[in-house]
């Protein structure tokens, strides 16, 4: 089913938030877990400080030994299966700062799990964070603590790392979300060969300020240089832990995802969301992804970039919230062609609103 969805502006005098919702405050740097960063105080963004507060670490047991990992755990817990937000390429659950609070208004369980290697898990005894490593501690983290198949949502590169856990693992999965994936790349590459000194170089670079400053311009359209910085600083805040470059250029020469083969065998439900001003990932990609999935939906979600869930929260939310819970047993026909309306999530009382950077107001 493909289909092209309008943005819809955030927040507004329509929307409102449960009535057991608390307006964002500005909070001090004893309110975060002592494990991050002493940076995450000069974060301005309230989402992100907010997010930054509820982030802990739980002891996942794997193959490589027991590693302390860094999540946001749903507020409660539902009957119904859960929503587990990974992340992109060496990122955070931060990512997730505008759409987690709209998905938990809407009544979804919504875990948010940082990635082994990335994130802000404890690596102190650095295990290896190569692709069967980050597969199977995933996997250990479900089966400790979540225990139910979930609605696996994978942005980027987040998506690589979906596709190859719902195939080595489809019992632990209800269905997909892949958004803007970065599916077709063959790994690493030659940076898979490169010498250790060149790759600590390599990676050094990539935490830097200027160059991350050149891809935040890339991710998003219209972007204010106040908020490209303050996002820029969110988005390398893990880079500060000790062992990050060590996990990285792990990674690398383990030479990374590589899926291509893999995208025939999954038989899940998949729910494919792209931003049509994508700079960093053609969207023939992304119907290629579509006609390749054996049971995939496509919405394209026009002036938004590489990063829907931070540029377009509102949409990317509600389209999650009406694929989760849509009529589990309904097929769509491979070739169909449709525009499907999107569920407004609403609730009972009047919200203090804090303005998004790109698409207007939140609620809190």
Request: net charge positive.
């Amino acid at each position: 089913m493909l289909t092209f969805i309008s943005p819809i502006p955030i927040g507004g005098p329509n929307v409102k938030c449960s009535k057991n919702s608390n307006p964002l405050r500005i909070l001090s740097a004893h309110d975060f877990p002592d494990f991050l960063p002493k940076q995450i105080d000069k974060v301005k963004d309230l989402y992100a400080r907010k997010m930054a507060s509820r982030i802990e670490r739980i002891p996942v047991n794997f193959s490589k030994g027991c590693v302390m990992s860094s999540c946001v755990k749903p507020k409660e817990q539902k009957e119904a299966n859960p929503v587990v937000l990974l992340h992109g390429f060496d990122s955070t659950c931060l990512e997730w700062r505008y759409t987690l609070p709209l998905l938990e208004e809407a009544g979804l369980e919504t875990w948010a799990v940082d990635v082994l290697g990335w994130g802000f898990s404890d690596l102190g005894r650095l295990p290896s964070c190569d692709v069967a490593s980050k597969r199977d501690h995933l996997y250990q983290l479900w089966s400790t603590y979540i225990k139910r198949p979930m609605v696996l949502v994978g942005p980027s590169l987040g998506s690589a790392v979906a596709i190859d856990f719902s195939v080595h693992y489809p019992e632990a999965v209800d269905r997909l979300v892949l958004i803007d994936a970065s599916v077709y790349a063959e790994g690493t590459g030659n940076l898979a060969k490169l010498p250790k000194a060149l790759a600590y170089a390599a990676v050094y670079l990539l935490k830097s300020i200027p160059l991350r400053l050149y891809a935040a311009s890339l991710f998003f359209n219209g972007l204010p240089l106040s908020t490209c910085i303050d996002w820029t600083n969110i988005g390398r805040l893990h880079c500060l832990l000790p062992w990050w470059e060590d996990a990285t250029v792990n990674f690398m020469i383990s030479g990374g995802y590589n899926v291509i083969d893999q995208i025939k065998h999954v038989k899940h439900k998949t729910l494919i969301i792209w931003g049509e001003d994508d700079q960093i990932i053609d969207y023939k990609l992304g119907v290629r992804l579509y006609c390749e999935l054996q049971n995939a939906t496509l919405r394209q979600i026009p002036k938004c970039g590489h990063i829907p869930h931070v540029q377009n929260p509102d949409v990317v939310s509600r389209l999650i919230v009406e694929f989760v819970q849509s009529d589990r047993s309904q097929r769509p026909k491979p070739d169909s062609v449709s525009t499907i309306s999107v569920p407004v999530i609403t609730s009972t009382c009047t919200s203090r609103y804090v303005a998004h950077p790109i698409c207007g107001n939140l609620t809190s």
